[in-house]
């Protein structure tokens, strides 16, 4: 973008931090205040890749994003994301069920997965949740598991067949939802699936068998 025009964009619409809506002049999402707060996860699910904790401002921004009408919040967060991720062929998001999607507006982690257009194309629409499943929240990590087992499915294998794919959510607590969607896009045929979320929330309950599986391959066939 040309100078001129980001300055007479900044007059019109000032840039404001994700988190606390005060005007920024920083090209990133979040102010210096706002980002100095940031915290690695303390605790990550199996082959997840990570980037912070669920707390403090980003949460709050979190939250604020699927509540938003406008994805403004939830495109500006996806530059969080722009971080070394192993080599892939394309991009997916965690979808929302159909209802819920009507409900809300937007999917946030389809606007976070914006940010990755570089790693290659999006695959919005590929993936998709057929059962409209119960928050997670409150759930134990089997009763997360049983919730979202056989949630997603692929209606078209040919879009993901023999691909290796970025799958992208907002956060992720047990890593159950994140497993499930990997599982239906393993067995459509994808080549690999390398689960990557913004947060972290930390869970408390009695542990179990691991939840999130990723990255995940096809037997038989190497990581590249």
Not at 119 to 125: E, I, N, S, T
């Amino acid at each position: 973008m040309h100078p001129w025009i980001a300055s007479l964009l900044d007059l019109v619409a000032p840039r404001r931090c994700a988190a606390c809506d005060l005007p920024s002049a920083r090209e990133e999402p979040l102010c210096g205040a706002c980002e100095a707060t940031l915290e690695a996860p303390v605790e990550r699910p199996h082959g997840v890749t990570v980037l912070w904790a669920y707390a403090g401002p980003l949460a709050s921004a979190i939250l604020r994003a699927k509540g938003d009408p406008d994805p403004w919040r939830a495109r500006a967060l996806g530059a969080l994301l722009e971080r070394p991720l192993a080599t892939v062929d394309a991009v997916l998001a965690v979808p929302l069920h159909p209802r819920r999607l009507r409900t809300r507006g937007f999917n946030q982690s389809v606007e976070l997965a914006r940010a990755l257009r570089g790693c290659g194309p999006l695959l919005f629409g590929a993936l998709c949740r057929t059962r409209d499943t119960p928050q997670q929240q409150g759930l134990g990590r089997e009763a997360r598991r049983v919730n979202v087992r056989g949630a997603f499915t692929v209606r078209r294998p040919e879009t993901v067949r023999g691909l290796r794919l970025a799958l992208v959510d907002d956060v992720v607590t047990t890593g159950s939802t994140l497993a499930a969607a990997t599982d239906a896009l393993l067995a459509a045929g994808a080549r690999e699936v390398h689960p990557v979320a913004l947060a972290a929330a930390g869970f408390q309950g009695p542990a179990t068998a691991e939840d999130a599986r990723g990255p995940q391959k096809v037997p038989g066939r190497s990581m590249v």
